[in-house]
């Protein structure tokens, strides 16, 4: 594919449980992002993966949340014990590198947790 | 800690009016300014960033260091320019963006 893949588009499960949003980024990027939209808020970082540096986790909200990215590509976002204030878009960029290059963003992962 | 305001939630003007989105940002050192952009049912996507000093699509960005601003102006408002416009900031060497909250742009025909 041409862009960033994210499955799936729409996720709507309970409260309490676990989810899992992949990724998939353009063939080639090295540096991979996962943020999180709220309603009316900005996008807020998450985790970043650079080859195979250990990833940037500063922005997770919390330990329920974990990222893994397997080969240097494809990558996974799992949030555990799911609350409502999850609820959000979940967007996952690519780049070429990591530096000041321009990000690729995938259509989202729209979160409810009822 | 860098951060970045659009005071406009939502900005409405006519076809043909100038446009102005406005952007300022609290960082220490040199950052890195962008603008991205998303059309309806589209990606969020790079719109222009700084460094390049470019035009496009009739948007231009200056960089005013001495009133940390970064507005998107263009002066001849089209229909299709109708989207959501973050204004985004890096620092210097960083890969971490901070975005704003989003102006969305409406251009009344």
């Not at chain 2, 969020?44 to 507005?71: C, M, P, V, W, Y």
Request: net charge positive; proline share 4%.
């Amino acid at each position: 594919g041409a862009g960033v893949s994210q499955s799936p588009s729409n996720k709507v499960t309970e409260k309490g449980k676990d989810v899992e949003l992949r990724c998939d980024p353009i063939s080639g990027h090295t540096a991979l992002y996962w943020y999180r939209q709220s309603l009316g808020q900005g996008l807020e970082f998450l985790i970043y993966f650079q080859g195979n540096s250990a990833p940037d986790k500063s922005g997770l909200p919390s330990d329920r949340f974990s990222a893994e990215r397997t080969g240097g590509s494809v990558s996974t976002l799992t949030i555990q014990r799911t609350q409502q204030e999850d609820s959000a878009v979940y967007l996952c960029a690519s780049s070429l590198d990591s530096v000041n290059q321009p990000q690729h963003f995938g259509d989202g992962t729209r979160l409810s947790i009822l | 800690a860098q951060r970045v305001t659009q005071p406009e939630k939502l900005l409405s003007v006519f076809k043909g009016a100038p446009v102005e989105l406005k952007c300022n940002y609290s960082y220490s050192g040199s950052p890195e300014l962008f603008w991205y952009v998303q059309y309806s049912r589209q990606r969020l996507q790079l719109l222009l960033r700084h460094i390049s000093r470019e035009s496009i699509k009739g948007f231009t960005a200056d960089l005013n260091k001495g009133e940390t601003s970064f507005h998107l102006k263009k002066p001849f408002a089209q229909e299709e320019d109708s989207a959501m416009y973050y204004c985004v900031i890096s620092g210097a060497g960083s890969y971490q963006l901070t975005f704003g909250k989003g102006t969305k742009l409406s251009v009344i025909p």
